[in-house]
């Protein structure tokens, strides 16, 4: 969590501005931030931000819906 591991925000935070996505409100805590930022640019910041932590989505086996 981010208690224990510094630098969570800023590697979010370099994430959308990468993208290009801008953040048009940041609300904080010990253990969470969140962000308010375009409608339209919704799934691009989740994808860009999931794939900072966790690496890109796996590719689903072709053949699969």
Known sequence: GMRSHSGVAARMFDTLAREGINIDMISTSEI??????????????????????????????????
């Open 32 to 65: 969470k931030v969140s962000v308010v930022l375009e409608l339209a640019k919704g799934e691009s910041a989740m994808r860009a931000v999931h794939a900072a932590f966790f690496g890109p989505p796996a590719t689903p086996p072709p053949g699969s819906p």
